[in-house]
């Protein structure tokens, strides 16, 4: 026989491994069984693998939970596209710190030599909760595109106390940030502090970009907390 994992039914079919029955639609929404509804998808994907996680439905008490994309790789154009938060919240522990890059569904991930470069797009509007570490530094600066494709990022926070602090920490020379809104952040650090970005380097581009980040520390910016690169079309409160 096969195997089932992760999923749930409203009908009691009896004792199934893998299959979660709740017949209250309410219920089946809730945190406890999206949790391990989703730790059984990260355990069978052994933690690389997240292509895929349940989240509640729009309508709770009459629809059951949704299976959603969290990113897509496209190798062509060397793009990640994030759809949910825990999509993001894997590029980004992926690009600040030595571990392997996140597959999608597919099995496709990045294999290429200079990380920092790959494109990231926002593929839907995205809620965060954890805490985002800046992407880039002032010796490893983000050269890649990050396109918010209109859409909005929210609830972002960070409180590392240290320079360069943003959702890019330090934009280098051909690196990029658009169409990007930054609603609801939380931003704290010492010095080059910013919404968008800590640091715009020379050749770094920030364009149609708006921030309502609280951001705490010296030389701060809505936008960009010291800015040596391009902003067009951008606006902060």
């Keep these: 026989f096969g195997t089932i994992t992760a999923c749930y039914t409203t009908k009691d079919i009896g004792s199934i491994t893998g299959v979660t029955i709740v017949t209250n639609i309410a219920a089946l929404n809730g945190t406890a069984v999206l949790t391990a509804m989703n730790n059984a998808l990260a355990a069978l994907n052994s933690g690389t693998g997240i292509g895929y996680e349940w989240a509640a439905s729009a309508n709770t008490d009459t629809d059951g939970p949704v299976l959603k994309k969290t990113l897509t790789y496209n190798s062509g154009t060397n793009t990640y596209t994030a759809y949910t938060a825990t999509g993001l919240m894997a590029i ?69 106390g240290g320079n360069y602090v943003g959702l890019i920490g330090c934009l280098g020379s051909g690196g990029t940030v658009k169409n990007l809104t930054l609603k609801g952040a939380t931003v704290s650090g010492n010095k080059n502090v910013g919404g968008i970005a800590g640091y715009n380097g020379a050749g770094g581009t920030i364009t149609a970009c708006s921030s309502t980040a609280t951001v705490s520390g010296t030389y701060v910016g809505g936008i960009a907390g010291y800015n040596y690169g391009t902003i067009t079309a951008c606006w902060s409160t």
Aim: glycine share 16%; no cysteine; charged share 15%.
């Design 92 to 160: 980004d522990t992926w690009l600040t710190t030595s571990g392997a890059a996140p597959k999608d569904a597919d099995g496709n991930q990045w294999t290429g030599s200079t990380k920092l470069a790959v494109k990231i797009t926002l593929g839907a509007d995205i809620t965060l909760t954890g805490n985002w570490t800046p992407i880039g530094d002032y010796y490893n600066r983000y050269t890649g595109t990050f396109d918010g494709g209109g859409h909005t990022l929210t609830g972002m926070t960070i409180d590392n």
